[in-house]
T-cell receptor, first 112, second 111 residues
């Protein structure tokens, strides 16, 4: 009964380092998402994938890249981390139109 | 630019009282979602509203959608401490399952 699984749960990076956040869902969902959550700003959409092989920019895509490796997995890459990317990152998935998104437990990323 | 605005941002209320959280959005959409987030936790879906006039109720929470006014409300009846959490609304832009969130309303229900 895993749902949406994110790894790692916590990460500290130095400015300029790169890393990939991993996300996998076992619900056979078509759509997957990456959001960041900052205090007082709600969740902001970084990238979105409507289906395997497709990706689309959201509200705040700069500094990030994504890969929809297959239907289950959607990864988020920071090529050169900056302190402004310190945030909590959530991955989510949804089955089809008119259904809600299901969220992972989040990754707390600190860039120093 | 799409805006999804919630108010109030913070709400402190006593047990037993009623209150309403408002969610206004700036684009045409007839798909609106409400989520709950406990401190340090992930988001949990509460309601899915898919048409003008839609109303959903679960326990002490009731959500409604007015697409003409671009407004959704989350009404809390006889609040209890367990309802303390942050509540988010999210709009499906372009009816494509692409969700844009409000800033959230942090609710604190005092015993």
């Amino acid at each position: 009964n895993a749902g949406v699984t994110q790894t790692p749960k916590f990460q500290v990076l130095k400015t300029g380092q790169s890393m990939t956040l991993q996300c996998a869902q076992d619900m056979n969902h078509n759509s997957m998402y990456w959001y960041r959550q900052d205090p007082g700003m709600g969740l902001r959409l970084i990238y979105y994938s409507a289906s395997e092989g497709t990706t689309d920019k959201g509200e705040v895509p700069n500094g990030y890249n994504v890969s929809r490796l297959n239907k289950r997995e959607f990864s988020l890459r920071l090529e050169s981390a900056a302190p402004s990317q310190t945030s909590v990152y959530f991955c989510a998935s949804s089955a089809q139109l008119n259904t809600e998104a299901f969220f992972g437990q989040g990754t707390r990323l600190t860039v120093v | 630019e799409l805006k999804v605005e919630q108010n109030p941002l913070f709400l402190s209320m006593q047990e037993g009282k009623n209150y309403t959280i408002y969610c206004n959005y700036s684009t045409t959409s007839d798909r609106l979602y409400w989520y709950r987030q406990d401190p340090g936790k992930s988001l949990e879906s509460l309601f899915v509203l898919l048409s003008n006039g839609a109303v959903k109720q679960e326990g002490r929470l009731m959500a409604s959608l007015d697409t003409k006014a671009r407004l959704s409300t989350l009404h809390i009846t006889a609040a209890v401490h367990d309802l303390s959490a942050t509540y988010f609304c999210a709009v499906d832009v372009d009816n494509f399952n692409k969700f844009y969130f409000g800033s959230g309303t942090k609710l604190n229900v005092k015993p």
